[in-house]
């Protein structure tokens, strides 16, 4: 008689034990409803005991199984067991994921125990959404422990360094850094013990093909669960491209700063050289010889700023003069001269080409204009103008302000004027150091 109260007795506390269980547990029939509904089951799904004894529990919980519902009655009556996950809807329309084990007893109710995992496979989603980010990134995200050995080494690093996962994992970071960088390496190390964050910073590394490159790295501590400091995790970016287009524009920004300051000398001194008789006349000197600066400046930009063809500024000056008959037999090699002679050649043949139209060759229909040049061993350029057919010409008591602006763009470049003024007309060398 006592043997059997003790006997109740236990399995009174063992049914308590399972009615008030924290794991949610509920127990149907195969072929039926919800016999047995504990105190973890009511706190996960939110449904009170009588809510659910007598009801179907998939149609109660509108349970999503990873196989077909007949397939793990088979299982249950065959094995007398199945596990596996399962999606519940709660009463509130919260979905949650159990890892869920039936078991099968002899009059056909099954136990069902569930694990409420939602938290964990959410976890897990979120870590493989992060994982999917770093390993898509362009950036190298690298990750290393204290000792400096690489742990992780996502494609952006592949791609960046040129080593393969499986070629770095386990090897010290060292192989990306330059033999002249290590003492970077060391400080950032000690950094990383003492919980300090690397911020942003250029420096050199260098690829498995031994080229170098620039990047902009980032370094953070990495902490286990104890918050206790375990590796560093890296974010390089090659800006190696970018340097190099800074570096570019920097030197565009430079020269255009030079040429700037070059085109405003010449123009200023075009000006303070310029005179005429009349206001109309000095603004007609004025225009003209700043529009052959710009015409050679033109050209300059087809080459981006790296010169201009004499023979190519020789028949721009001419241009309008030849109009119907040719006036102007140009011949010579080919000539590239950088911009300052270039600008300076410009000038002078609008200088030349001026006063020809004015009293010389071009200011009579049948005046021709004769122009070449050649190069010499010493590396002058020779220029010869040689007029024909035009009025008969007197040489000048005084400089004119043409021949005074020839003279002084010939100066510049460190040459000489001749001029002979012939009867027939005006014959001018120009030698030059180009």
Known sequence: MGGKSITADRAERLADLVRLSYEPMLAWRLDGSIEFWNAGAERLYGFALDEAIGRSSHSLLRTKFPIDLAEVRSRLRNDGYWSGELHHLCKDGREVIVDSSMQLFGDETVLEVNRDVTSLRESEARHRWLASIVDSSDDAIVSKNLDGVITSWNRGAERVFGYAAEEAIGQPITIVIPTD???????????????????????IRQRKDGSLIVISLTVSPIRNANGEIVGASKIARDISEQ????????????????????????????????KSDTLEGLKQAIEGRIQALANVHSLFVQTRWIGAELLTIARQELAPYEKGEPRARIRGPQVFLEPNAAQSIAVILHELATNAAKYGALSSAKGQIDLSWSHKSDGRLELRWTETGGPPVQMPTRDGFGGRIIKQMTGQLKGTARFDWRVDGLDCEIALQT
């Open 181 to 203: 960088r290590h003492d970077e390496e060391r400080t950032i190390l000690t950094r990383i013990r003492r919980g300090e964050r690397t911020d942003q910073f250029e420096t």
């Open 243 to 274: 340097k190099r287009s800074q570096e570019q524009i920097a030197t565009l920004a430079r020269e255009a700063e030079h040429r700037s300051k070059n085109l405003l000398a010449n123009v200023l001194a075009t000006v303070k050289l310029s």
